[in-house]
């Protein structure tokens, strides 16, 4: 069960990584360039702010799956059980993983609230659309964003293994008489 556990949380990890890199060389690479009015213009990743907040966080997200994965396969070449920790580094690298989850489903909705913008405009504040111009650019960040909703989604399954290593390193607490005489309650 264990070892079965350990490979799933290294192909979850695996996946966050493939995933979020993606996203990130989509939405951060992205450029194209329309003749508008006479005017040349030329869309990036960094015009709009969400779209490059999104680029950077992922590229973070990226590199901190990265190091996990060398993480787990040094202890793995050691022979030390990567899950047989201290309590302190267990809640350590819980609350990273929660960290990197959190911040990478945020920046991927920010970045998604600055696509929508660019694809519907905003009439009350003059913006118009842009994605009738820049088709092209609107669909490869449209697919750096399922990629960063997907890695957010591994993420989160990544961040229930980590949990589950965590408090498998607390002792079981056993029902209380009390407890036990109030079991017929629905709640």
């Known amino acids: ?10 192909v979850l990890r695996m996946l966050s990584l493939a995933l979020a890199t993606t996203a990130a060389l989509l939405v951060g690479l992205d450029t194209e360039t329309k003749t508008v009015l006479f005017v040349r213009k030329k869309a990036t990743a960094k015009d709009l702010d969400g779209l490059w907040t999104m680029t950077l966080v992922t590229s973070i997200t990226a590199g901190y799956h990265l ?3 060398f ?4 202890l793995a070449l050691l022979g030390r ?18 960290g990197v989850t959190y911040a990478t489903f945020g920046a991927t909705m920010a970045g998604l609230q600055a696509a929508l913008v660019a694809v519907f405009g905003v009439d009350g504040l003059q913006w118009s659309k842009l994605c009738n111009i820049y088709t092209r650019f609107c669909e490869q960040v449209a697919g750096g ?7 957010s989604l591994a993420m989160a399954v990544v961040s229930a293994v980590s949990a589950h290593h ?8 056993r029902r209380s008489v009390k407890a036990a005489r109030w079991r017929w309650l629905p709640f």
């Open 67 to 69: 190091l996990q994965l």
């Open 81 to 98: 059980n990567p899950c047989r920790g201290s309590k302190s580094v267990a809640w350590f690298l819980f609350l990273l993983d929660q």
């Open 1 to 10: 069960m264990e070892s079965r556990l350990l490979k799933a949380e290294g």
């Open 145 to 151: 964003m399922l990629c960063g909703l997907a890695a």
């Open 166 to 173: 965590l408090f498998r390193l607390y002792p079981h607490c």
């Open 71 to 74: 993480r787990c396969m040094a």
